[in-house]
């Protein structure tokens, strides 16, 4: 069963924008920390944003601080990232990721449940 189901992936030009969505399918488990990731091809995945689901506690990725903003729906059991100004470097695919127990939240391995990943691309 798909619990993270991503959207909001697409193509834009530099300094556009894109609002990522990521919903979680049932409430069968307590989300402590939602994360965002991203793999760019021939690059390891790395962190881009978190969000500590009870405290609303941000985390953000140096290089897109002031320009990406991670929020989230309670009611809706979704977490969001909004993309603004985007850069080409920025051009991955991004993933959705849920602790189901309180960990550091720029390591993957302490994330339980991922999303499939949805393509960014940002164009020169």
């Known amino acids: 069963q798909v619990l993270l189901v991503e959207s909001g992936g697409g193509l834009v030009q530099a300094g556009g924008s894109l609002r990522l969505s990521c919903v979680a399918n049932?409430?069968?488990?307590?989300?402590?920390?939602m994360g965002w990731f991203r793999q760019a091809p021939g690059k390891e995945r790395q962190f881009v944003a978190a969000?500590?689901?009870?405290?609303?506690?941000?985390y953000y990725l140096d290089s897109v601080k002031g320009r990406f903003t991670i929020s989230r729906d309670s009611a809706k059991n979704t977490v969001y990232l909004q993309m603004n100004s985007l850069k080409p470097e920025d051009t991955a695919v991004y993933y959705c990721?849920?602790?189901?127990?309180?960990?550091?939240?720029?390591?993957?391995?302490?994330?339980?449940?991922w999303g499939q990943g949805t393509q960014v691309t940002v164009s020169s």
């Open positions: 990721a849920a602790q189901t127990s309180s960990g550091n939240y720029y390591l993957m391995r302490e994330y339980d449940y």
């Open positions: 049932g409430r069968t488990f307590n989300n402590y920390v």
């Open positions: 969000i500590r689901w009870s405290y609303g506690t941000t």
